[in-house]
């Protein structure tokens, strides 16, 4: 019977982008949480929280700074 695996966190965009992955630099403030990813290239709870609420300023209220919380699975059969 197939399951889940948890993977991480991912902060999307309104396009559905990954913030984390795909958009503006992860500088000043926000190099510390990058450098947190885990094997997945994703972030734990906490730091998808900080990030979230970093971002608007850390990228001048840039629309791909205004993000949504994903929680990322895999799954195993």
């Excluded at 990954?18 to 997945?40: D, F, H, P, T």
């Excluded at 290239?41 to 994903?70: C, M, Q, Y």
Aim: negative net charge; glycine residues 6%.
């Amino acid at each position: 019977m197939p399951y889940l695996k948890f993977l991480g966190y991912d902060l999307s965009d309104e396009t559905w982008t990954s913030s984390l992955l795909n958009c503006g630099r992860w500088e000043g403030e926000l190099m510390k949480i990058a450098q947190r990813v885990n094997q997945y290239g994703l972030l734990n709870w906490e730091d998808s929280i900080l990030a979230s609420s970093k971002l608007p300023r850390a990228w001048n209220n840039d629309h791909h700074s205004f993000v949504t919380i994903w929680e990322l699975y895999q799954v195993i059969n």
